[in-house]
């Protein structure tokens, strides 16, 4: 019964698409032991329309043509055509013949070689070409842009169609359509399309694009979705040594380093729109790398690419993604000039890469006109917009939409666009995408109000046992221009209740002007990172974790007011400047933050001690974060990419007197991250920290090196110290942490169907402590600095089942001080790709 449906659910799906598309054809190309032929050219006979078979031998090609044959070779097998009996051919099984002699051929198997191959030379002068080629032969630039995303749910078939989960939406299965690469059925479940013009000068150089409209079905408004849309389909050249796809660094085919991780084989020669081009097959010369398998054509005169086609091999050490498959066209203007015209980007994302595992398609195409060139715009023209959004740009007429296109949209299209605006009516798509939003934002909706966050609702230390806290925010969509937020918490050991609540208004969109403010009364782990904010709800992962190691009693009872106004003068450049009151004391009986106020002398001997301080503080910041790209445009932003850099530097100033406030002083910090893509030896993290406290201050407001109590691996945190174990008012950090992305374990047998993934790193802190702050200690606990720098390293191994990492670190230096790790092994989890 099961086959039988399986054959009415193909031949019914077989005869639909027809009506679209003149021809299909899939199967598998093997050899005469019935092996697998991996990497195989599969072509409809007189045309460039092709496909290469992957690493299981297996191949789909679909074309709105009619072709009568399919043309099958391979390097070192003879050449073999296949009739087309039908419009849709499915599940051959073709074999081909090893050739017996050749004359004047060179044939590369396996490993090609690096000397005496015309494709090298031929690759060789693609480099040497490559900045002279299209857009690059211009001092400026402009085109117009069309793009359409779109998200499909895969493998339809009739057990899935019977899922609970789709009770009362059924009627979304009248819009089944299969895709041209890999012959699946699919549903669409999200569309969005944009126009854009676009507009470069490569003497700056800068780019610009202006969205003239902007239309979207399916999730409308999720910002989790949007944003994750906009960070996977960041855009690429494939001139590029490496090309980014999916927070990974993939060799490019046409990378210098190409011959180094790549096979090249000169396949063929033909005529495309009159140009005599040169086809060259390309494929990866190890397993588990980054890497891609594919073809492309280029010309013979300007070595441009006129197209090519590429699919990242299944081995390639990445997550969540079966399969990723490029293809780029190449147009010739003025006879010379290669201009791009079409980019088509397809992504399967899968639990599993195994061949019958159900997942979602991810789509991208974008398709390219109307070059003008060397039309020169005043410089700031390309001066980025901090917050503009044009509400025009979504609320075009669907005439405008037809007429303007620059792909008409298929009847099927067109119903597709029905079927999602009725789905976000159905309740069972709601709950679906509720729960999306409930995972990514952690908060759970109620009209105008959003609970949460839910991950903060219990925890755990040793001042308050076990603790729970509810929360919630206004939140009446992404663009609001003010937000209230609040939380209540009530720990079960000390027996009180918590509290805070902040608010922000944006009175300035077109500069994000931004005034904020708020109160909060808790428990909280100081000395958790050496740079501060004065975010009212931030809570530090100390103050919370359900297990520590050794003593977790150096907890504050803290009260702050602060209140600030922000303002974002240049695309994000962020200033701030704020004013706050806060009150510490000791929450602890184990803890002290006590200070002289009166020095011991011979006379008063015990000198004049103080448990709290009360202190009121100016300060003044600024936060660049160059190449951040955000969604959406209120008083709060989503990121939409990473990684960028961070550059945040923070100046306070501490008054006596003011509201009862008990010290002077002035404290300067600065924090920068570095990251750094290394093309294919992985992606390395960089960050200082410097700081300085300038005047007398006590226990509870001087900087500590932060510790790592908990099982958990914390960035900017060193996991072989416990909280106060140095304390400084002068410091300078800094660490480096690299992920080889596999690439050492893909070289080990053994490891390399693992799929995991190699960390390394450094950690190293620097401080000292005047004799003034040293005086007024009466805290109990002895101020050590690490004066003679303290360091430690770390070696980790990550995608352990594609969720969790551990790292092993060892201390470098202070080995001697006891109760303290000279060995320590922290765990994370996280999804990554």
């Not at 004047?104 to 030379?121: Q, R």
């Not at 037809?402 to 119903?415: A, I, T, V």
């Not at 939380?487 to 300035?508: E, L, R, S």
């Not at 080889?740 to 390399?752: E, H, K, S």
Request: glycine letters at 6%; a positive charge; one cysteine or more.
């Amino acid at each position: 019964m099961k086959n039988l449906l399986k054959v009415l659910v193909i031949f019914l799906v077989s005869t639909t698409s027809s009506l679209i598309a003149q021809t299909k054809v899939s199967g598998i190309v093997v050899d005469k032991s019935k092996q697998p032929v991996p990497f195989a050219n599969v072509v409809f006979k007189n045309t460039s329309i092709g496909t290469v078979t992957n690493e299981d031998g297996r191949f789909y090609m679909e074309s709105p043509n009619t072709y009568k044959t399919l043309i099958i070779s391979s390097v070192g097998f003879s050449e073999k055509e296949i009739t087309l009996t039908k419009s849709v051919n499915y599940n051959f099984t073709i074999e081909l013949n090893e050739q017996e002699s050749l004359k004047e051929v060179v044939i590369f198997t396996g490993k090609t070689s690096k000397k005496n191959n015309p494709a090298l030379d031929i690759l060789r002068k693609i480099w040497e070409k490559k900045r002279k080629n299209g857009l690059y032969q211009f001092a400026q630039y402009q085109m117009e842009k069309y793009e359409k995303v779109e998200f499909d749910i895969n493998s339809i078939d009739s057990a899935y169609r019977k899922q609970k989960i789709f009770k009362g939406m059924e009627f979304i299965f009248d819009h089944v359509d299969t895709s041209k690469i890999t012959g699946k059925t699919y549903l669409p479940i999200f569309v969005n399309e944009a126009l854009v013009d676009v507009y470069g000068d490569n003497k700056i150089p800068k780019i610009k694009e202006i969205t003239k409209a902007n239309k979207t079905s399916g999730f409308d408004g999720n910002q989790q979705i949007l944003s994750f849309i906009k960070d996977l389909y960041s855009d690429y050249n494939i001139y590029n040594n490496y090309i980014a796809l999916f927070d990974k660094s993939f060799t490019s085919p046409l990378s210098k380093t190409g011959i180094d991780v790549y096979n090249y084989v000169l396949k063929d020669s033909a005529f495309i729109d009159k140009k005599w081009c040169f086809n060259i097959v390309f494929y990866p010369r190890r397993k588990n790398e980054l890497t891609f398998k594919g073809d492309f054509w280029v010309n013979d005169t300007t070595f441009a690419i006129k197209k090519i086609n590429m699919a990242v091999t299944k081995s390639a050490n990445i997550n969540w993604v079966k399969d990723i498959y490029v293809e780029q066209e190449f147009d010739v203007l003025n006879d010379s000039i290669f201009l791009l015209t079409k980019d088509y980007l397809m992504s399967d994302f899968a639990v599993n890469k195994k061949e019958k595992s159900k997942g979602v398609y991810g789509k991208r195409t974008t398709y390219y006109q109307n070059h003008k060139f060397n039309i020169e715009k005043p410089a700031n023209f390309y001066k980025e917009e901090v917050n503009f959004v044009d509400n025009e740009v979504y609320k075009k007429s669907d005439e405008y939409w037809e007429e303007n296109r620059f792909e008409k949209l298929s009847k099927d299209e067109q119903g597709v666009y029905k079927m999602l605006d009725t789905l976000q009516n159905v309740k069972a798509f709601k709950r679906i995408t509720n729960l999306v939003q409930i995972l990514a934002s952690g908060y759970i909706n109620y009209d105008f109000l959003d609970i949460g966050p839910i991950f903060s609702t219990f925890g755990y230390n040793e001042v308050e046992g076990f603790r729970t806290q509810l929360g919630g925010r206004t939140y009446f969509g992404p663009n609001d221009t003010w937000r209230v937020q609040a939380f209540t918490a009530y720990g079960f050991k000390d027996q009180k209740f918590k509290y805070g609540f902040a608010g922000k208004w944006m009175i300035d969109k077109k500069n994000r002007i931004i005034i904020s403010g708020g109160n909060r009364r808790d428990v909280e782990q100081l000395g958790a990172s050496l740079t501060t904010t004065n975010d009212i709800l931030a809570r530090s992962y100390g103050s919370s974790s359900f297990f520590t190691t050794g003593s977790n009693g150096k907890l504050t009872n803290l009260g702050l007011t602060n209140a600030s106004v922000a303002i974002e003068p240049l695309k994000n450049l962020t200033l701030q400047t704020g004013v706050s009151y806060k009150t510490l004391e000791s929450a602890s009986a184990v803890f002290s933050l006590d200070y002289y106020t009166t020095l011991p002398t011979v006379a008063n001997p015990a000198g004049v001690v103080k448990s709290n301080t009360t202190q009121s503080e100016f300060n003044i910041q600024a936060e660049y974060t160059p190449n951040r790209r955000t969604i959406a445009y209120g008083v709060e932003r989503s990121i939409a990419n990473s990684p960028y850099t961070t550059l945040f530097v923070n100046y306070s100033q501490g008054y006596k007197g003011i509201i009862n406030s008990d010290f002077n002083y002035k404290k300067l910090e600065l924090y920068y991250k570095q990251p750094i893509i290394i093309g294919p030896l992985g992606r390395t993290n960089l960050i200082l920290e410097l700081g300085k406290t300038f005047g007398t201050v006590p226990l509870g407001l001087m900087s500590v090196v932060p510790g790592n109590q908990t099982f958990f691996t914390i960035e900017n945190a060193f996991s072989n110290l416990n909280y106060y174990e140095f304390v400084t008012d002068q410091y300078a950090t800094f660490q480096w942490n690299h992920d080889f992305n596999g690439r050492l374990f893909a070289r080990v047998p053994f490891l390399r169907k693992l799929n995991w993934r190699e960390f390394v790193g450094v950690k190293a802190a620097y401080g000292t402590v005047s004799d003034a702050n040293r005086a007024i200690n009466a805290s109990g606990l002895e101020y050590v600095a690490p004066e003679n720098v303290y360091w430690e390293y770390n070696a980790g191994i990550g995608n352990i089942f594609k969720v969790f990492r551990l790292d092993f670190s060892w201390r470098g230096s202070y080995l001697d001080t006891p109760n303290t790790n000279k060995f320590t092994v922290k765990g994370s989890f996280g999804f990554y790709f």
